[in-house]
């Protein structure tokens, strides 16, 4: 039997640990309660978890509870409108300029009449537009299929967060109509939409979503099941709107404290990619008024300080992470 004291502890849990404690206390920011469902979620969840490129886990606080993937679904849709369209096809679609305003704002480029970004509610659903199948059945189960790469296990969706969001939805919808008047997206516009609502409303863990980070940062490969869950070139494409555009009009602050290509949702979900070392994700629903989870900054804005992984840091050889 192992002696507790004979167990050496590893740095990197006690430093999640540390950050847990520090800030599971912190009340600021709010639910999302414009899905009415999301509204019912206990406030006080909180997990933090990290996987690294060769497998490790090292996990904190809540970390199997289950909540929607929300906007950071947006991130892996759009890698697979990049395989199945190609860079170009889609960027005659949407656009790669961050924004400054809402993730949910009802705005166009004036110009191209694009969505500004895939990131954004507008550009999302136009990217789920694109995804391809004989019909809604065939492309939902693709789409499935594609996540299931990500996190190594199958995923499914919950039907209550999704007949909130179907029935409440109605700025997205306003939305679907306005890229339809431009020729953004085709005439399907419910079947579009519920395709879009279903995958903000697949349900996964902070360990799931710590699974998917590390597999950007692997090039696109899962790091526990050594599948490809996204051809590697367009791992680039996925992490450069991620940093440019991941954290909607906060994106530029991000950029310049933490540093990293990142995506948050509104269920308090958020995934860092940290390239070639690790990915980590945070589940803490109090959200700021931006949407993103308020714990969820501190705590990356501690651990990018922390291992020195700004990415421009990073290049200059500052990076404290020795793998465990
Ligand atoms: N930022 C988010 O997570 C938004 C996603 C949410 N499903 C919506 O469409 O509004």
Redesign the pocket.
């Known amino acids: 039997m192992i002696n507790e004291s004979e167990v050496i502890r590893s740095p990197l849990l006690s430093v999640l640990q540390e950050l847990h404690e520090k800030y599971q206390h912190l009340q600021e920011g709010k639910l999302?309660n414009?899905?009415p469902e999301l509204a019912k979620v206990n406030p006080d969840l909180f997990s933090i978890c990290v996987m690294t490129i060769d497998g490790q886990i090292f996990t904190v606080g809540d970390y199997q509870h289950l909540f929607t993937i929300?906007?950071?679904s947006k991130v892996f849709v759009y890698g697979m409108a990049l395989e199945e369209h190609g860079r170009d096809a889609v960027l005659k679609k949407v656009g790669v300029e961050p924004t400054g305003d809402a993730?949910?704002s009802i705005v166009l480029d004036e110009m191209s009449k694009r969505p500004y970004n895939p990131m954004v509610?507008a550009g999302?659903i136009a990217i789920t537009s694109l995804i391809k199948g004989s019909g809604p059945t065939e492309r939902l189960n693709r789409m499935l299929d594609m996540f299931r790469r990500y996190i190594g296990h199958d995923i499914f969706i919950d039907i209550s967060v999704f007949m909130s969001?179907r029935t409440t939805?109605h700025?997205?919808r306003a939305m679907a109509h306005l890229m339809l008047n431009f020729g953004m997206i085709d005439h399907k516009i419910e079947e579009v939409l519920d395709l879009?609502?279903q995958q903000?409303?697949l349900m996964v863990n902070c360990q799931d979503l710590a699974v998917m980070a590390a597999t950007l940062a692997n090039n696109g490969i899962n790091p526990v099941t050594g599948e490809q869950a996204v051809k590697s070139d367009y791992v680039r494409d996925i992490l450069s709107v991620m940093y440019t555009c991941g954290m909607?009009n906060f994106a530029g602050e991000w950029a310049y404290k933490v540093g990293l290509p990142a995506k948050?949702?509104?269920?308090g979900g958020l995934i860092v990619v940290v390239p070639n070392k690790m990915g980590i994700a945070v589940f803490s629903p109090l959200l700021d008024q931006r949407?993103n989870s308020v714990r969820g900054v501190k705590v990356c804005e501690e651990l990018s300080q922390i291992y020195g992984l700004h990415i421009f840091d990073y290049l200059r050889g500052s990076c404290k992470f020795n793998g465990n």
């Open positions: 999302a414009y899905i929300q906007s950071i993730f949910n509610n999302a969001e939805g700025r997205n879009y609502f903000c409303s909607y948050s949702g509104v269920s949407g």
